[in-house]
């Protein structure tokens, strides 16, 4: 049974450069959220895709955004990097969005450093 | 939104001694509490969670309670051993929107 998976592990990009992060989430999950985890941080909720639609979003600005294909699998993409966009993306894996909280198995995170 | 506080920042223990992790939360929606481990590079691993319907959940030396009226939740780890270290994070939830995170406690358990 695969866990969440994330690539690539590390990232090194300038400042106003693009950058596209990738996740496929645990076998029999739909639904995958993206957080950004600073250092000494909790993650912070980024948005979250469900049947290929951005179903919820946090606090971040337009730069970012996000794509999720038929097979479940996510994309987080970044526009105009700034130096604060450095940081821990953690994808987390669940299933099917419903009235009650659901358990989120998060990948080991892609750590991405802007400078 | 959704507001999660979280003490200590930091809690040293001696092995065999317990801890204590304390969150609260300010939205009554919120029904669903997880606790995570990460340890350094490492992703958040969930360790135990509770659901608004249930009071209290133990796994081995690890427990949770929830008091909503209070809107306050708390960890508990008995016989802390050295791997135990790691930074533990509380969460909360109300379905359809997702997890808010506290900022984290960095626990040390010292042989």
């Known amino acids: 049974d695969a866990g969440v998976t994330q690539s690539p592990t590390h990232l090194i990009k300038t400042r106003g450069q693009q950058v596209t992060l990738r996740c496929s989430p645990k076998?029999?999950?739909?639904?995958v959220s993206w957080y950004q985890q600073a250092l000494g941080q909790g993650p912070q909720f980024i948005f979250q895709y469900y049947e290929e639609e951005e179903r919820q979003r946090g606090n971040f600005p337009d730069r970012f955004s996000g794509h999720q294909f038929p097979n479940y699998s996510s994309e987080l993409n970044v526009n105009a990097l700034l130096l604060g966009d450095s940081a821990l993306y953690l994808c987390a894996s669940s299933f099917r969005p419903g009235t009650v909280g659901k358990t989120q198995y998060f990948g080991p995170g892609t750590r991405l450093l802007v400078l | 939104g959704e507001n999660v506080e979280q003490h200590p920042s930091t809690l040293s223990v001696q092995e065999g001694d317990s801890a204590v992790i304390k969150c609260t939360y300010s939205?009554?929606?919120?029904?669903?509490f997880p606790w995570y481990k990460q340890e350094l590079g490492k992703r958040p691993q969930l360790i135990i969670d509770i659901r608004s319907n249930v009071g209290e959940k133990k796994d081995q030396r690890i427990a949770v309670t929830l008091n909503k009226t209070a809107k306050h939740f708390s960890l508990h780890i008995t016989e802390t051993q050295p791997e135990d270290s790691a930074v533990y994070f509380c969460a909360a939830s109300s379905g359809y929107s997702t997890l808010t995170f506290g900022k984290g406690t960095m626990l040390l358990v010292s042989p």
């Open positions: 076998s029999g999950h739909d639904t």
């Open positions: 939205d009554s929606a919120s029904n669903y």
